[in-house]
C-alpha cells in the first residue's frame, strides 16, 4: 500500500504556491496542470525519500515496489525485478504501437540508491523526507531520487494527457549505482535488456549554472571519466618506535602521496570538453573568455591557459586532464611499533580511451623509490565512447531550454563523476544526463554531503522542464 500522503503533500502545496511567479505563467501545458502535479509527485518524493536505501546494503526492493504501486495506480503496467535479495529494479513502458522499434525507443531512467550518512551532522532526519522552511530533505533528495521522481512524474504525465506517442517511451528505476551497478545497471543490460532496450537515454549526470537567479546554462552530459582505483604500498622492516629508520614505510608512503598529489597530467581536449569551452568563452567574463580562447586555439600557449583556468575552477582542471587523488591512507598497529608496511588508496578519473597502466607507470617514475610500488587495485566502470552532439534527441533539448528557462542555452559535458550511461553508450544507446533543478552553488554542494536538500520550487521547475524535455522528443509528429 502507498504511504498516507496528506500530511506530506499539503506543506508542499503551500510552499509551492510561493515559489517565483513564474511557475504561475507556465502552470499548465496542453493538458498538464504542473502544480497539481508537481504538488502530487512532492509527496511521492517524500516518502521515496523515507526509505533507507544506503547502498550498502541498498534494499533497494523496497523502493522498486513502492514506485510500481505508483505506476500501477496510473494503470501503466510495472515489473519489479529482483536482482539480489533485497535488492531490484523496476520498469515500465509507454507503447508507441504494436511493434516496438527499440532503436528509435527513449530510455528514461534513475537509481534508487544513496550514498551513507553522518546523522551527527544533519539538522534534519536523513531519511524522513522532510517538508520544512520550502525544502524537502533527506539522503538523494538530489541524487538521484529527487530527478528520478520528476522524471518519474513526467512520464506519468505522458500518460494521464494521452500524448500520441512517435516513439516507446521506457521507465527504468534502477539499483547499486553508488557502488559501480552489479546489481542495477549491469544486471538489467545483462538480464533484461529485451525490456529497456533503446536508442536514447535520459540519466543524471548533467547540471545547471544558475546566476543572480538566473539560468545560464544547462550542462548536458554527454560524455565522462572513468573512475580507477590504485593502491600505492609502501613496504620496510617492523621496528621499535625509539628506534627511529630510514627505510619507515610510513615516511616512504607520504613521500609517494605528496609526489602523486602534487602531479599535473597533460592537457588534452576531447570532442565534447572542446565543444563545452567554445561555449563557455560566449559565456565567462573577458579575463577567463581570453584565456578558454587560447586553450582552444594557441597551442603555444595550451598548458599557461590550462594553468590559469584550472586555478578559476577545479572542475575545468579535472575536465582537461586525468587525475589523482589520495582518499585513503593505512598504516601502523600500535603507536610505538614502526610498521612494515603503509598504504594509501588513490582515485583515479581516466579520460575516456586513457590507460589506466600508462598512468601508473607515469606515477612510478614521479615516485622513483623502490620501496614502492603501485598497483591497480579495481576498475569501477567501463570505458565508453560519448553520445553523439547531432541526434534529434540533442536538438529536442537545445530547442527547449532557452524557451523554458528565458535565453539559456545548451552546453555538452563530460562529467568527471561516473553514472549509468557507460553501461548505456557500450550498447550504442545516445545517452545524455540532465539534473534538470536550478540550483545555486551552495544547494548542488550538499550532493552526497550533510543536509542533503532540495528546494521545492526547483522541484517544480524540475518537473515541467522534464515533462517539456521528453515530450518535445517523444511526440509523434
Do not use: C
Request: proline fraction near 6%; glycine fraction near 8%.
Amino acid at each position: 500500500m502507498l504511504r498516507p500522503l496528506v500530511r506530506l503533500i499539503w506543506p508542499a502545496v503551500l510552499l509551492l504556491a510561493l515559489a517565483a511567479p513564474a511557475a504561475a505563467q507556465s502552470q499548465s501545458f496542453g493538458t498538464v496542470d504542473f502544480d497539481k502535479l508537481s504538488a502530487e509527485a512532492a509527496g511521492w518524493l517524500s516518502s521515496l525519500l523515507a526509505i533507507n536505501t544506503t547502498n550498502p546494503p541498498g534494499n533497494e526492493l523496497a523502493a522498486a515496489k513502492f514506485i510500481s504501486e505508483i505506476l500501477q495506480k496510473e494503470g501503466i503496467y510495472a515489473e519489479v525485478i529482483e536482482s539480489t535479495p533485497g535488492r531490484g529494479i523496476v520498469i515500465a513502458r509507454l507503447r508507441a504501437g504494436a511493434v516496438p522499434d527499440p532503436a528509435r525507443a527513449l530510455l528514461l531512467l534513475g537509481h534508487t540508491d544513496v550514498v551513507g550518512v553522518d546523522r551527527a551532522k544533519w539538522t534534519a532526519e536523513p531519511f524522513g523526507g522532510t517538508v520544512k522552511d520550502g525544502y524537502v530533505w533527506g539522503r538523494g533528495a538530489i541524487d538521484d531520487k529527487g530527478r528520478l521522481v520528476a522524471t518519474l512524474a513526467a512520464f506519468i504525465a505522458l500518460k494521464r494527457a494521452g500524448v500520441r506517442l512517435g516513439r516507446d517511451v521506457i521507465f527504468l528505476a534502477e539499483a547499486d549505482e553508488e557502488e559501480g551497478g552489479e546489481a542495477g545497471i549491469e544486471f538489467a543490460v545483462r538480464n533484461h535488456w529485451d525490456k529497456i532496450a533503446a536508442g536514447f537515454a535520459l540519466n543524471e549526470g548533467g547540471r545547471m549554472f544558475v546566476k543572480d537567479g538566473k539560468v545560464v546554462y544547462v550542462g548536458v552530459q554527454a560524455s565522462e571519466k572513468v573512475p580507477v582505483n590504485i593502491e600505492v604500498i609502501a613496504s620496510g622492516p617492523a621496528g621499535h618506535a625509539s628506534i627511529p629508520r630510514g627505510d619507515n614505510p610510513v615516511v616512504h608512503l607520504a613521500a609517494a602521496v605528496a609526489k602523486i598529489g602534487a602531479y599535473d597530467a597533460p592537457v588534452q581536449l576531447n570532442s565534447v570538453t572542446r565543444r563545452y569551452f567554445e561555449q563557455m568563452a560566449t559565456l565567462e567574463d573577458a579575463e577567463l573568455a581570453k584565456w578558454t580562447r587560447a586553450l582552444l586555439d594557441q597551442p603555444e600557449r595550451l598548458q599557461h591557459a590550462a594553468k590559469k583556468l584550472s586555478e578559476a575552477n577545479p572542475v575545468w582542471n579535472a575536465m582537461l586532464r586525468n587525475t589523482v587523488a589520495p582518499t585513503m591512507l593505512r598504516a601502523g598497529v600500535r603507536s610505538n611499533v614502526i610498521p612494515s608496511e603503509a598504504r594509501a588508496t588513490m582515485n583515479i578519473r581516466l579520460l575516456p580511451g586513457e590507460s589506466a597502466q600508462k598512468l601508473v607507470e607515469d606515477l612510478k617514475k614521479i615516485v622513483n623509490d623502490p620501496q614502492v610500488r603501485i598497483e591497480i587495485a579495481t576498475s569501477l566502470r567501463p570505458t565508453a565512447p560519448p553520445s553523439s552532439l547531432d541526434t534529434d534527441f540533442y536538438r529536442a533539448i537545445e530547442q527547449v531550454t532557452p524557451a523554458f528557462f528565458s535565453g539559456a542555452i545548451v552546453v555538452p559535458q563530460m562529467s568527471t563523476w561516473a553514472t549509468d550511461s557507460a553501461q548505456l553508450r557500450l550498447r550504442n544507446v545516445q545517452a545524455y544526463g540532465i539534473i534538470p533543478f536550478p540550483l545555486t552553488e551552495e544547494e548542488i554542494a550538499r550532493m552526497h554531503s550533510d543536509d542533503e536538500r532540495l528546494p521545492l520550487a526547483a522541484f517544480r521547475k524540475g518537473v515541467e522542464y522534464s515533462y517539456r524535455v521528453i515530450e518535445a522528443f517523444v511526440r509523434a509528429k
